[in-house]
């Protein structure tokens, strides 16, 4: 009897053990379905990182991209490039590069601010970078020269042929911002055959010393009307928006901490047929040589209705325009001298000049106007050391005597770049021009010209646009 009573207590033992194992296998399983997942791997790279951003930690969407050099127009190495969101508060952001178990962490050593409001300087190792407002903007280091920009990209516009010329944008205005998305949108936006570019308005890169960095974006339209999207390519090729996607659109640009950049383009509404122009247009006369030769006048790339000359007019004899080479009714004179060397166009007479030389000739067929005026030519670029337009010391003489234009000049290294200036004119490189084998060529409509590249010393050009031959010395 004592036997299986103590028989029967080892036994419920047992089964106490037993479900005392059990509740604590289960406890076990609960307290780890608690447990967070661990962190994905971090993958090696460049980051952005910091409080001020959305990036709070080393995560794939905060990755910059390797960066493209627009001098070279090839990936440089050690270039990183992000478009970011920032706070003005919170501690700032750095960027990481992660390789395998390293972190090297940068930080600005030195930071100087430009009346652009770029933020430029040399890249450290300790501290964070930071902004002043809140808004999207271009972060660019380069560990190959230890520097680093920071350039606002609050302010968007949509700029080309498209939507009128390459001279101007048209702004896209700022909608709402976060850390983690910020928008754009304009309405009522025309836009016509032909190419065009996101930019940041006023701005095509920033120009570093030793590289710069494309701010403007390019690629392919695509979708179905009403709704077409691009790609955003940093410094790509022009978009084309094609002859039966013309219309009124809605454009809406977008960007998250996610995707980066993308576009809505919606149309609106039609547009009336673009108007149409003479492709070719000649010069006539014996004012410029005779009534049975013509003179090709040169096309303004990207602008149908202009067409310009350099040319040698003899004084007190006529000149006209015609479309080819036939008496068709299509030529035409002026009607209404307004002054100062511009006509409007019309049948009542030909031109006459009243001193033999060079001169100018512009006409615009959209406004109907002639412009007879002294010719301006101009080096720009880096045989110049710039970009700016119309420097008076860049600026060839009219030379009638010798029947040239000339300048002599003590140049840099670089592409030897030529062009026309007229009030008439957007940009200088829709009239530029180039001299090879010593004859004068000019840019040709829907392409870009070959360049000469110069080394550093005194040359003197000289263009006889009678002859059309040019000479580099």
């Not at 028989?7 to 089964?15: A, T, V, Y």
């Not at 030529?331 to 060079?358: K, V």
Request: hydrophobic residues 40%.
């Amino acid at each position: 009897m004592k036997k299986t009573k103590f028989k029967n207590l080892l036994n419920l033992s047992w089964f106490i053990l037993l479900a005392l194992m059990i509740v604590t296998s289960a406890c076990k399983k609960d307290d780890d379905d608690d447990d967070p997942p661990p962190p994905p791997p971090v993958e090696d790279g460049t980051y952005v990182i910091g409080n001020s951003t959305s990036y709070t930690a080393l995560v794939a969407k905060g990755t910059m991209e390797d960066g493209i050099d627009d001098v070279t127009e090839a990936l440089r190495d050690g270039m990183y490039v992000k478009y970011i969101s920032v706070s003005a508060t919170g501690d700032g952001f750095n960027a990481v590069i992660k390789a395998g178990a390293t972190e090297t962490t940068y930080g600005p050593a030195t930071n100087n601010v430009d009346a652009d409001l770029i933020q430029r300087g040399t890249l450290g190792t300790s501290g964070a970078f930071s902004v002043p407002t809140d808004g999207l903007y271009y972060f660019v280091i380069d560990v190959s020269s230890n520097t680093y920009f920071i350039a606002p990209a609050t302010n968007w516009g949509i700029i080309g042929e498209s939507v009128g010329d390459w001279g101007s944008d048209i702004e896209i205005a700022s909608g709402t911002w976060s850390k983690e998305a910020v928008n754009w949108e304009t309405t009522d936006i025309e836009m016509r055959e032909g190419p065009f570019k996101f930019r940041q308005i006023g701005s095509w890169k920033v120009v570093m010393d030793d590289y710069a960095a494309n701010t403007n974006f390019g690629g392919v339209v695509s979708g179905t009307l009403p709704d077409l999207t691009t790609t955003f390519v940093n410094g790509g090729d022009n978009y084309e928006l094609a002859l039966d996607q013309e219309g009124m659109y809605t454009i809406a640009l977008t960007w998250t901490d996610t995707d980066g950049f993308t576009s809505a383009l919606t149309k609106t509404d039609d547009v009336e047929p673009p108007p149409e122009y003479f492709e070719e247009l000649f010069m006539i006369g014996p004012g410029v040589s005779d009534w049975g030769t013509n003179l090709p006048m040169v096309a303004v790339y990207g602008n149908p209705q202009l067409f310009w000359k350099i040319v040698w007019i003899t004084e007190g004899e006529e000149f006209k325009f015609r479309p080819d080479d036939t008496w068709g009714g299509d030529e035409f004179g002026f009607d209404t001298d307004l002054g100062d060397g511009e006509y409007t166009i019309g049948d009542a007479s030909n031109l006459i000049m009243n001193a033999t030389g060079y001169y100018m000739v512009v006409v615009d067929l959209e406004l109907d106007l002639i412009s007879v005026v002294d010719p301006t030519v101009y080096l720009i670029g880096d045989c110049v050391g710039g970009w700016e337009q119309a420097v008076a010391e860049n600026m060839f003489t009219v030379d009638n005597p010798n029947e040239v234009l000339t300048l002599t000049k003590e140049l840099l290294d670089g592409d030897l770049r030529m062009y026309a200036a007229h009030s008439y004119f957007f940009d200088w490189w829709h009239v530029e021009f180039m001299i090879f084998d010593n004859v004068i060529e000019f840019r040709a409509d829907g392409g870009d010209q070959d360049r000469i590249t110069l080394t550093a010393a005194e040359y003197t050009i000289e263009l006889n646009f009678k002859t059309g031959a040019g000479s580099i010395q």
